[in-house]
């Protein structure tokens, strides 16, 4: 499967423990975005890559969010010091160059904060 | 800002009946519109796209034609299936905003036998 992947699926953690997503795009693209999304809700955009570079950050992001591609591939998200408010799916989409390029999205990392 | 409003669900439907998923934006740019769905425990997948005002996208037996001048972009089938139950989520990325996607907040559709 040469898809988007997502590790691990679910994350069930307490609060104040850091937790850290992985996201590892198709493997030509260069492109990576992290969304999150609540239950009923639509995905909200966190943070995007071109390459190694993270050229944007939404204000959702708050100090205890870091995303990092160091390789321009593969790439994480950590959260620190974890709320439940921060309990939702952690979904990462991957695209070719352009911004019209189609985004190709995981499966997404569940965390439930306790 | 830019934003995306959907017809609220959940909807249900026989199988076979006609769909119509309402989906209106607001944009401060020429956006490029999509309907993304997503099937019960898997991924969002995109099923249709258009990158221009009249364009139709088509996918599946769904089709949905970018009208700007009314900021709208419906979603359609002339005859749902048991297997299209999911929830559908309309989005809009401008080509200023480094690709960004703007949602709205998916309509979950069920179709009955």
């Known amino acids: 499967d040469t898809g988007v992947s997502q590790d691990p699926r679910h994350k069930i953690t307490k609060r104040g423990q850091n937790v850290t997503f992985r996201c590892d795009p198709i493997s030509e693209h260069n492109r990576l975005y992290w969304y999150r999304q609540t239950l009923g809700q639509g995905p909200e955009f966190l943070t995007y890559f071109q390459n190694e570079a993270q050229l944007e950050k939404s204000r959702l992001l708050s100090d205890r969010f870091s995303a990092e591609r160091p390789k321009g591939s593969f790439s994480t998200l950590e959260i620190q010091r974890t709320e439940q408010g921060d309990s939702a799916m952690y979904l990462c989409?991957?695209?070719?160059?352009?911004?019209?390029?189609?985004?190709?999205f995981g499966p997404g990392t569940r965390l439930t904060v306790l | 800002g830019n934003s995306v409003t959907q017809m609220e669900g959940p909807v249900t439907l026989s199988e076979e009946a006609f769909l119509t998923i309402n989906c209106t934006y607001t944009?401060?740019?020429?956006?490029?519109l999509f309907w993304y769905v997503q099937y019960p425990g898997e991924g969002l997948q995109l099923l249709l796209k258009?990158?221009?005002?009249?364009d139709k996208g088509s996918n599946k037996g769904f089709e949905a034609t970018y009208r700007k001048e009314t900021t709208s972009f419906h979603l359609e089938k002339g005859s749902v299936q048991v297997s299209d139950s999911a929830v559908y989520f309309c989005?809009?990325?401008?080509?200023?905003?480094?690709?960004?996607?703007?949602f709205g907040d998916g309509t979950t559709l069920t179709v009955k036998p």
């Open positions: 258009a990158t221009k005002a009249d």
């Open positions: 989005a809009l990325t401008l080509n200023t905003n480094a690709g960004k996607s703007t």
């Open positions: 944009a401060t740019g020429y956006p490029s």
């Open positions: 989409a991957s695209s070719l160059d352009r911004t019209t390029d189609t985004q190709y």
